[in-house]
């Protein structure tokens, strides 16, 4: 499953959701903005959760669904790459996500010690599987494991949850909006529509707030530019899957825009005004 635009969506929206999967308060979210950082020598962190006070710790974020054996030298390059080019006395803490432990190198001796420290935390998503009542993100994230099988049932007992706990609401759209996201990763074969039809998400998107939450959307995008802003944010996800060999064709399915606005926001320099 390609899974790193996801995961910058999910974390960006939902960032609670980081929080309790590292076994967190949630409510360290809103002390923290989330963003995907590039450090020296071209390495770009999956996703860097930044503090607002200095006494709390950076949370750098990488995320695998396949094995790599370099995984945790790159992971710790970049940790230290990030440290020396800005605080090297800022606490840390970096986050390994991987679908299960087989995606996890097995040449891990060198780096035990920082492993088995409290500096590092090492999820596995497949171990969500064996839980029940998972607050929302993580019951979304549970998707992404879940055996193929089982997740027409997962989707429903969410959407299902998702009319009796938060209604026509804001936090609805978003949950739909990601879990639509995830399952077009999860069945790559499947179009858009197609995945919508088939785990009935079409009549929600039709409901008002979901409407107001695209606009909203939109109207951020526009006003806030840069970093912050939907077109930045877009570029940067079409830059990573474009340096991961995918083509555009299959960049705009994900992301659900024109091959042609692909093409445009590959060009575009890192903070440029261009409307999305």
Request: charged letters at 30%; aromatic letters at 10%.
């Amino acid at each position: 499953m390609e899974s790193d635009s996801f995961f910058f969506q999910m974390f960006k929206q939902l960032p609670l959701t980081f929080f309790e999967l590292v076994g967190a308060s949630a409510e360290r979210a809103s002390a923290y903005r989330f963003d995907s950082v590039e450090v020296k020598k071209s390495l770009r962190i999956d996703g860097l959760f930044l503090p607002d006070e200095p006494t709390l710790p950076l949370y750098f974020v990488e995320v695998q669904f396949q094995r790599v054996e370099t995984f945790y030298a790159n992971m710790f390059a970049k940790v230290f790459c990030y440290l020396e080019e800005n605080d090297p006395a800022q606490e840390w803490i970096a986050v390994a996500i991987f679908a299960n432990r087989k995606m996890e190198p097995k040449a891990i001796g060198p780096y035990a010690d920082l492993l088995n420290g409290s500096r590092v935390k090492r999820i596995y998503l497949d171990d969500l599987n064996r839980k029940a009542n998972l607050p929302l993100g993580l019951g979304i994230l549970q998707l992404a494991t879940a055996p193929e099988d089982e997740i027409k049932r997962l989707v429903d007992r969410l959407i299902a949850r998702l009319r009796v706990e938060y209604g026509d609401s804001k936090a609805t759209a978003t949950a739909i909006k990601l879990t639509e996201e995830l399952l077009i990763r999860k069945f790559p074969k499947m179009g858009r529509e197609e995945i919508r039809k088939m785990f009935q998400l079409a009549d929600i998107r039709k409901t008002r707030v979901w409407q107001e939450a695209l606009e909203e959307g939109e109207a951020r995008g526009k006003a806030e530019g840069k970093a912050e802003g939907k077109a930045e944010t877009m570029r940067e996800i079409v830059a990573r899957l474009l340096t991961k060999g995918m083509t555009d064709a299959k960049i705009a399915d994900l992301v659900g825009i024109t091959v042609q606005e692909v093409r445009r926001l590959a060009k575009a320099k890192p903070g440029s005004s261009e409307k999305a």
